[in-house]
């Protein structure tokens, strides 16, 4: 059992590490080299700005910018990667394209760029998932995440200067789409145990308080049998 789940977490440490990796790598260049690769971020409603639905959140404007998004991003992607096996991959990439596509047909016409919208949407995955699904596992991630990332969504509040709140917004929203879309995708761990005592309870005719046979009965066939019963010897005597 320690072996599977060590596997497990190896498994769902990789592909994180290597994304967070490739952000790394690409802000050392931007920052060595002195490029400007905010004109590859998301650009509403241009078709040269639709790139970005898939390079913006690869893309920070700086080391403050990289790192306030890197560790929320790892650390959930670990999380769902790791209790969410059967749907954890499938629900990140889904998080990450419809959240850039929300922002290219509904954001502001500037360039938006970094990966908080991602992260917006993982939290809001987690959090909701455990609302739809209501087992102890998904509530427990939910309410852990609700902690420490709570205070997140002031983020998603417009008018905040050189903030990409329209990333945060379509990102949590997104996230509730997907906690929906996969809320009956439930693992192995999160299925209801059925114990031997309910499978025999299960086997068992139905329990009826009441004599069925008079509703069953005719007006007349209960008619015909109070006539006779009138002349029958009462129950309590008997011929020896």
Same mark, same amino acid.
């Given at each position: 059992?320690?072996?599977?789940?060590?596997?497990?977490?190896?498994?769902?440490?990789? !592909?994180?590490? =290597?994304?967070?990796?490739?952000?790394?790598?690409?802000? =050392?260049?931007?920052?060595?080299?002195?490029?400007?690769?905010?004109?590859?971020?998301?650009?509403?409603?241009?078709?040269?700005?639709?790139?970005?639905?898939?390079?913006?959140?690869?893309?920070?404007?700086?080391?403050?910018?990289?790192?306030?998004? !890197?560790?929320?991003? @790892?650390?959930?992607?670990? *999380?769902?990667?790791? @209790?969410?096996?059967?749907?954890?991959?499938?629900?990140?990439?889904? *998080?990450?394209?419809?959240?850039? *596509?929300?922002?290219?047909?509904?954001?502001?016409?500037?360039?938006?760029?970094?990966?908080?919208?991602?992260?917006?949407?993982?939290?809001?995955?987690?959090?909701?998932?455990?609302?739809?699904?209501?087992?102890?596992?998904?509530?427990?991630?939910?309410? =852990?995440?609700?902690?420490?990332?709570?205070?997140?969504?002031?983020?998603?509040?417009?008018?905040?200067?050189? =903030?990409?709140? /329209?990333?945060?917004? @379509?990102?949590?929203?997104?996230?509730?789409?997907? !906690?929906?879309?996969?809320?009956?995708?439930?693992?192995?761990?999160? /299925?209801?145990?059925?114990?031997?005592?309910?499978?025999?309870?299960?086997?068992?005719?139905?329990?009826?308080?009441?004599?069925?046979?008079?509703?069953?009965?005719?007006?007349?066939?209960?008619?015909?049998?109070?006539?006779?019963?009138?002349?029958?010897?009462?129950?309590?005597?008997?011929?020896?």
């Amino acid at each position: 059992m320690a072996n599977n789940k060590s596997n497990r977490l190896v498994k769902s440490l990789g !592909a994180p590490v =290597i994304f967070v990796g490739i952000l790394i790598l690409i802000q =050392i260049l931007s920052s060595f080299l002195g490029l400007q690769l905010g004109v590859y971020g998301i650009y509403p409603r241009d078709l040269m700005g639709f790139r970005g639905v898939f390079l913006a959140p690869l893309l920070h404007s700086g080391w403050p910018h990289l790192l306030s998004n !890197a560790p929320p991003l @790892f650390f959930m992607s670990v *999380i769902i990667l790791f @209790f969410y096996r059967k749907v954890g991959f499938q629900a990140i990439t889904m *998080i990450y394209i419809l959240t850039g *596509i929300a922002v290219w047909l509904f954001g502001r016409s500037v360039f938006h760029i970094g990966a908080s919208g991602v992260v917006y949407g993982l939290v809001a995955f987690v959090a909701w998932l455990g609302i739809f699904r209501r087992n102890i596992k998904s509530i427990a991630l939910s309410l =852990i995440v609700v902690f420490y990332y709570g205070s997140m969504f002031v983020g998603i509040l417009p008018g905040q200067e050189g =903030i990409s709140w /329209e990333s945060h917004l @379509f990102g949590a929203l997104v996230g509730i789409f997907v !906690a929906y879309w996969y809320k009956g995708n439930v693992e192995k761990d999160e /299925e209801k145990k059925v114990y031997d005592w309910e499978e025999e309870e299960k086997k068992l005719p139905p329990r009826n308080f009441f004599d069925q046979d008079p509703f069953e009965k005719t007006k007349q066939e209960r008619k015909r049998e109070n006539h006779d019963n009138r002349n029958e010897p009462p129950k309590w005597f008997s011929n020896y």
